[in-house]
C-alpha cells in the first residue's frame, strides 16, 4: 500500500474546542430503541441498546443479518427517515443529546463530529458528480470553502487514503475506479472534517480479502493519526479479533454480550457468541463437521418472548427454581469483571 | 429415500464404457480457455480485444471429491462454473466427462450430461422464480428429464427431496419470499438433486449467508456427498470455507491456477507469491494468534483480463518478480514443494499462524 505522505489533517476548530470532558466517552448511546411503524406490523429493529466509544478506541459492533447493528449506526447518524422509523433513549456526543437538539445543530456534529463510511461504495457515492467535487463538498458545506479549495482539499485526502494519482485522478466519476478504490474515496469523505467518532458500517464485505486488509490496514493507521473512536459494524468475526479492542455482540435488536475481544472471543459468556463461533470453519485448520446453531433469527415483527435467543439456544430449560428461558428474559448484567452478557447461565459457560 | 436417486443408465457409449475399465477421473479440463470479444461501435462492431477470463485451465474432479477453487473477484473462476454446465462455449480446450468430450457431445448425450452436472447457484433469491411454489421449482427439471422421475410419483419425490435438504415437506405450496435465505439456498440443493446429478458445481453457495446458517447449508452438503456419492467443484472466495470443505483447492489467479493440491499442502504449505499473500490477508479468528502470522499486503489492483502482463501474471504485483518473470510464463508443476505451482521462485513459505506453529516463517 503507498504510505499516505505526511499532508497534514485539515483543521477542525469548530470542533475541537469543545473537548471531552475529562476523557471520557466521545459518544455515549443509552436505551436506543428503533421501531418502523407503516402498514402492517411493527418492526422493533433495535431494542434497547446501549454502548459508549472513548478516543482512540475501536468498538465492533457485531451480530447477522437484521439483528439491528446497522440500524443503530443510522439512528447515530440521523439518517432514519422519521416517520416511520420511531427512535428513543438517547445518543450524546460529547455529553449533548442529538436526539432533542434541533436540525441545524445535529447537522453541524454530521461530519466534524461523527461520520459515516457505507458497505457498497458504489451505491453509496453519487454517479453524477466527480469523487473530488464530492469529497470537496464536504469543505464547502461545513467550512465555506470555495470550489477551488475544496477540490484542493480533495487531492490531499485521497493522497492521504493511498489513492494513487490523486491529482490526475480527483475528476474522475466513481464507476472509473475499482472496488477497493472506491472505498478509499468514502473513507476519505468521512475523514475530510476529522471526525472524533466514525461509524463504519460493513466496510470491507464487498472487497476480496487482499483488498480488504488494504483498507483495515489505512483505517487503523488514520485512527492512529488521529485519534478517532471507530465503531466498526461486521459480521466477520475474524476482522472483529484483528483490529477491534471491545465488542458488543447484537442479537434480535440487543446487545447480548460486551466485552474486551480476548475476554469474548476466548470464552464467550453467551450461548450465540458461543454458537457463532464454533460455526466458522477455519484457516488454520480444516476442522471436523461444524457446529452451527440451529434455527434462523426471528423475524423482527415477531421476537419472541423471554429471551429472544431461546428457540434456538442449547441451554435454554425451565430450571428447578421455575426460572423459565421462554418468559424470563434475562437482562444485561456484569458476569466477570468488565464484561456483561445477558443470559441466565453466563456462569455455567464461563465455569462449565 | 432409496428412491430420490435412480439413475437411468440407458446410454452408454463406446468412450464411456473404456473410461469405465479405466478408472480415469469423472471429470477432466484440459487446457480450457475462454475469451470474450471486446467490440466497438454501435452499427458496425468491431473487435477490439478479447478478455481473456479463462486462459488455460487444468483441473479434475474424481467421483465422490470435492475440488475448491478459490480466487477473488475477476479472476474467471464463475466463468470456469458457466463452462462446465455447458453455458458457454470454450474458446478452447477441452472438458472430459467420463471420457467424452463435452464440446463434441450433441443429442441425447449433451442432455445426458445436462442432467448429471448441476449447479447451485451464489443468491438464492434471485436463482428461484418468484412465480413458482418451491415443489414446482425442484420439478421444473423433470419436464425435461421425464425419465429421472415416473409422472405418478412425483410427488411423493418432491417430499422426500424437500425432506432430504432439511425442510419442512409441507412447504412445497409455498412461494420463494415465504423463505429465508438459507431455507431458499436449500430449496437450490433440491433443484440440483432432483436431477440425480453425478457432479455439482456449486458456484460461491454460502457467501449470501449468515454464518450460522452459512454452517448448517455446509453440513447439508457434506452429508448428501456421503450419502449419495457426489463429486463438487466448490468456487467460493471464502479460504475457510473452501478448506473446510475440499480434498483438493485450486487457487485461481488472473484465469489460470497458480497453486494446486490438497487442503493442507495449499494452506499450510503454500509456494506460490499470490497464494501466500491471500492467506496472509485473512483475518484469523483466536486471540493468541492475532498478529502473529506476517501480514503480506500486495500493491495495486489486479491488471486487466483483457491485456494481462507478459510471462507470469502476477509478476506485476510480486515482490520476488525478476527479469525471467516477464519472459516466460512458469508452468504449473512441482518444483520440489510436493505440489504443483506456477512460479518460478515456488518456494514454501507458511503464512497461517496455527496453534502448533504460532509464528511462521518470515519472508526472505
Given amino acids: 500500500m503507498n504510505p499516505p505522505p505526511g499532508s497534514s489533517p485539515a483543521p477542525a476548530p469548530d470542533t475541537r474546542t469543545a473537548a471531552p470532558a475529562g476523557g471520557g466517552p466521545v459518544l455515549e448511546v443509552e436505551d436506543l430503541h428503533v421501531e418502523f411503524r407503516s402498514r402492517g406490523p411493527v418492526v422493533t429493529a433495535v431494542r434497547g441498546v446501549s454502548y459508549s466509544i472513548s478516543p482512540g478506541e475501536t468498538m465492533a459492533i457485531l451480530g447477522e443479518s437484521g439483528c439491528g447493528k446497522s440500524v443503530s449506526a443510522q439512528a447515530i447518524m440521523g439518517i432514519l427517515d422519521v416517520p416511520p422509523a420511531h427512535i428513543t433513549g438517547a445518543i450524546r456526543f460529547e455529553g449533548r443529546d442529538m436526539l432533542t437538539m434541533a436540525a441545524e445543530d445535529q447537522r453541524k456534529i454530521r461530519g466534524p463530529g461523527v461520520s459515516m463510511i457505507f458497505q457498497d461504495a458504489l451505491s453509496a457515492l453519487n454517479p453524477v458528480y466527480s469523487v473530488g467535487y464530492q469529497i470537496g463538498e464536504m469543505f464547502r458545506a461545513h467550512r465555506g470553502a470555495s470550489k477551488k479549495e475544496g477540490r484542493e482539499r480533495a487531492v490531499e485526502l485521497m493522497d492521504r487514503v493511498g489513492i494513487p494519482a490523486a491529482r490526475q485522478r480527483v475528476d474522475d466519476y466513481p464507476h472509473q475506479f475499482s472496488g477497493g478504490m472506491r472505498q478509499r474515496v468514502m473513507i476519505a469523505m468521512a475523514l475530510a472534517l476529522d471526525p472524533k467518532v466514525l461509524i463504519a458500517d460493513e466496510p470491507t464485505t464487498a472487497l476480496d480479502v487482499t483488498v480488504q486488509a488494504q483498507v483495515m490496514d489505512l483505517l487503523q493507521e488514520l485512527q492512529r493519526e488521529t485519534g478517532m473512536g471507530l465503531i466498526l459494524i461486521t459480521h466477520d468475526l475474524g476482522v472483529v479479533n484483528e483490529v477491534a479492542d471491545r465488542v458488543a455482540v447484537m442479537y434480535a435488536g440487543r446487545v447480548v454480550e460486551t466485552g474486551t475481544i480476548d475476554d469474548v472471543f476466548t470464552a464467550p459468556a453467551h450461548p450465540y457468541t458461543r454458537g457463532l463461533m464454533s460455526s466458522i470453519p477455519l484457516l488454520e485448520d480444516k476442522g471436523n463437521r461444524l457446529n452451527p446453531i440451529v434455527g434462523a433469527p426471528p423475524t423482527l415483527s415477531n421476537i419472541p418472548r423471554g429471551c429472544s435467543f431461546h428457540p434456538r439456544c442449547p441451554m435454554a430449560r425451565r430450571a428447578t427454581d421455575g426460572r423459565d428461558c421462554a418468559t424470563d428474559g434475562p437482562v444485561l448484567r456484569e458476569v466477570a469483571p468488565g464484561r456483561r452478557a445477558e443470559c441466565h447461565y453466563s456462569e455455567e459457560l464461563l465455569h462449565g | ?364
Fill in chain 2, 1 to 364: 429415500m432409496a428412491d430420490v436417486q435412480t439413475r437411468p443408465e440407458r446410454r452408454t457409449s463406446e468412450a464411456r464404457r473404456a473410461w469405465e475399465a479405466s478408472g480415469e477421473p469423472l471429470l477432466q479440463i484440459r487446457g480450457l480457455e475462454k475469451h470474450f470479444p471486446l467490440q466497438q461501435g454501435i452499427v458496425f462492431k468491431k473487435t477490439i480485444g478479447h478478455v481473456r477470463a479463462v486462459d488455460g485451465v487444468d483441473l479434475t474432479v474424481d467421483r465422490g471429491e470435492t475440488v475448491g477453487l478459490v480466487g477473488e473477484s475477476g479472476c474467471g473462476k464463475s466463468t470456469v462454473s458457466k463452462l462446465l454446465v455447458a453455458l458457454e462455449r470454450p474458446t478452447a480446450g477441452q472438458i472430459v466427462y467420463k471420457g467424452e468430450d463435452v464440446s463434441q457431445m450433441r443429442g441425447s448425450a449433451l442432455k445426458d450430461y445436462r442432467r448429471e452436472v448441476q449447479m447451485i447457484f451464489q443468491d438464492p433469491y434471485s436463482s428461484l422464480n418468484p412465480r413458482m411454489t418451491a415443489g414446482d421449482i425442484v420439478a421444473e427439471g423433470w419436464s425435461v428429464h421425464a425419465d429421472v422421475a415416473p409422472k405418478k410419483g412425483r410427488d411423493r419425490r418432491i417430499r422426500d427431496l424437500l425432506d432430504r435438504v432439511g425442510l419442512n415437506a409441507d412447504y412445497a405450496n409455498r412461494y420463494p419470499h415465504q423463505f429465508s435465505g438459507g431455507q431458499r439456498q436449500r430449496i437450490g440443493i433440491a433443484r440440483a438433486l432432483a436431477m440425480s446429478p453425478e457432479l455439482i458445481v456449486c458456484d460461491e453457495p454460502v457467501s449470501a449467508l449468515d454464518v450460522s446458517v452459512q454452517a448448517q447449508v455446509m453440513n447439508l452438503l457434506e452429508d448428501l456427498q456421503k450419502d449419495l456419492g457426489l463429486s463438487y467443484l466448490f468456487i467460493a472466495h471464502d479460504l475457510s470455507v473452501v478448506r473446510h470443505i475440499s480434498h483438493r483447492v485450486n487457487v485461481m489467479y488472473l484465469g489460470r491456477i497458480v497453486e494446486t493440491g490438497t487442503d493442507a499442502d495449499v494452506y499450510g504449505h503454500p509456494s506460490h507469491p499470490y497464494t501466500q499473500a491471500l492467506l496472509s490477508s485473512v483475518p484469523v479468528h483466536e486471540p493468541a494468534l492475532r498478529g502473529k502470522g506476517d501480514r503480506i499486503i500486495l500493491t495495486g489492483d489486479v491488471p486487466s483480463p483483457a491485456n494481462p502482463p507478459s510471462g507470469c501474471r502476477f509478476r506485476t504485483r510480486c515482490w520476488k518478480a525478476q527479469d525471467v518473470c516477464a519472459q516466460e510464463d512458469p508452468e504449473l508443476r512441482d518444483r520440489g514443494q510436493g505440489h504443483p505451482s506456477a512460479c518460478h521462485f515456488a518456494e514454501d513459505h507458511q503464512v497461517v499462524p496455527t496453534e502448533t506453529n504460532p509464528s511462521p516463517d518470515v519472508p526472505a
